[in-house]
């Protein structure tokens, strides 16, 4: 278990009493004690995230809703305005179908008064004669009234035909109403599918950034959490040799780099985030520097306690010397 610096400080003030009695001491109170947790900044971080990856959650499946309603109404939209054209192009095929009927009626009504015309001069010759021919007057009167009644024909038929293509215009111009209102629809219902899918597309990456943060935190949350159960292996060893060939040292060492590169990939993924996290750096380090400093200067020899800080021999034997005595490289941590 790792133990706090102003604990082991307070166990050093003691040395010049029993140093022996005082390394008893701090191995009972060791065995007795929990491992150290996880600093804040890191724990707070990772409920952070947690929180924010379940909000990005809750926002992605309301947008996604919304999105689907929309698509929903646009389609149903273009599916009304497309039966409206269908209606209209239907009425406008029938009334077409008139416009060629009225055009034949007064094709017929042409052909029509032209043969009756063409009795025309039989009438002229029975008016002249119709003072001394008064017996000719009922056949007269017969042939003039075919006359008058082809020419009424005629201007029927011209009369229906211009309402049936007054009519069929009329309608025509309602379809291409129609299809326009029926293009947009479809236009409309295209881009909220595409808005639809951007929107889609956005709250999805935020929802797996979230996750990835939580994720990552969580790397994190446990590569301190291995380091500082291999810093306690290391502490609590017997090993006969010097610390320099405990092997749980050299494991100890390896977990502390694997935790830098954890924190190194938590600052490429998110400067600010790491920003919250690399606070917990300093303790993380203080604490298993003091943890190892108890195997390596068990009696506070290398220890100033006057001033309360390391004499230059300390680093050598208990610093960055072990590093270079197990032959391994101790990675860093951008300030």
């Not at 054209?85 to 007064?106: D, G, L």
């Not at 008064?134 to 020419?151: I, P, T």
């Not at 209102?181 to 797996?208: L, M, P």
């Amino acid at each position: 278990m790792v133990l706090s610096g102003f604990r082991f400080l307070a166990l050093l003030s003691l040395a010049s009493a029993d140093r022996h009695d005082v390394q008893q001491q701090r191995e009972a109170e060791r065995e007795g004690e929990q491992a150290q947790v996880v600093p804040r900044p890191i724990s707070r971080a990772l409920q952070a995230a947690q929180r924010k990856a379940q909000a990005n959650l809750d926002a992605f499946v309301k947008a996604e809703a919304a999105a689907n309603v929309a698509k929903v109404k646009q389609e149903e939209a273009a599916s009304e305005r497309m039966s409206k054209m269908e209606e209209k192009k239907a009425k406008t095929i029938a009334s077409q179908a008139q416009v060629e009927r009225s055009r034949q009626a007064m094709a017929d009504a042409e052909k029509a008064a032209a043969q009756h015309m063409a009795n025309t001069s039989e009438f002229e010759d029975a008016l002249a004669q119709w003072n001394a021919l008064s017996q000719e007057v009922e056949g007269m009167e017969e042939k003039k009234s075919v006359v008058l009644s082809a020419n009424k024909l005629k201007a029927d038929a011209a009369e229906d035909a211009a309402k049936a293509e007054q009519a069929a215009q009329q309608l025509q111009k309602e379809l291409r109403q129609s299809q326009a209102d029926f293009d947009k629809a479809v236009s409309n219902a295209t881009k909220a599918e595409a808005r639809s899918k951007e929107a889609a597309n956005v709250d999805n990456n935020t929802v797996e950034d979230g996750n990835r943060t939580v994720k990552l935190v969580k790397k994190l949350h446990e590569a301190v959490n291995v380091f500082y159960k291999a810093v306690d292996a290391f502490v609590a060893s017997k090993h006969p040799g010097g610390i320099e060939s405990d092997p749980s040292l050299k494991i100890a060492f390896e977990k502390y780099n694997l935790m830098v590169t954890t924190f190194l990939e938590v600052q490429k993924f998110s400067p600010d985030l790491f920003e919250q996290v690399k606070r917990a750096f300093d303790e993380i380090e203080t604490n298993s520097a003091w943890e190892i400093a108890a195997r390596c200067d068990p009696t506070g020899i290398l220890w100033d306690d006057d001033v309360d800080k390391p004499l230059p021999e300390f680093d050598a034997k208990c610093g960055s010397g072990l590093w270079e005595k197990v032959g391994m490289t101790r990675l860093e941590i951008p300030v």
